[in-house]
């Protein structure tokens, strides 16, 4: 599966940013989708993910009530919709799926099956 993720840019703090994730060649139906961030200099850590069917999400607490992940049903993306941005928040973000038959969703990178190549987010004070 080859991931796209797009969207990044530069906002001020207090913005926001709407992040895609694309999969080329087929659906996400069969996938649990996840996002993750790194920071210069910090290691790459979860920050939002959500279960193949859509009703189970998961939010890092740095992000919880800032951030909404979503994805379309029966077609090949996920979004991750940033508001109230801090300047914290800047770093790569990239989208990774992971092939399930679950419900659930996965917070850690070895759960992961494929990444996309991450999209640059940065947020100025």
């Known amino acids: 599966v080859q991931l796209q993720a797009s969207g990044g840019g530069l906002a001020q703090a207090g913005g926001s940013l709407r992040l895609s994730c694309a999969a080329s060649?087929?659906?996400?139906?069969?996938?649990?989708v996840g996002w993750f961030r790194q920071a210069p200099g910090k290691e790459r850590e979860f920050v939002s993910a959500?279960?193949?069917?859509?009703?189970?999400?998961g939010y890092a607490d740095s992000v919880k009530g800032r951030f909404t992940i979503s994805r379309d049903r029966g077609e090949s993306t996920a979004q991750l919709q940033m508001n109230s941005l801090k300047p914290e928040d800047t770093a790569v973000y990239y989208c990774?799926?992971?092939?399930?038959?679950?419900?659930?969703?996965?917070?850690?990178?070895?759960?992961?099956?494929?990444w996309g190549q991450g999209t640059q987010v940065t947020v100025s004070s």
């Open positions: 990774a799926v992971k092939s399930t038959t679950s419900f659930g969703y996965y917070t850690t990178e070895p759960g992961y099956d494929y």
């Open positions: 959500i279960s193949r069917s859509g009703s189970n999400t």
């Open positions: 060649g087929r659906t996400l139906n069969n996938y649990s």
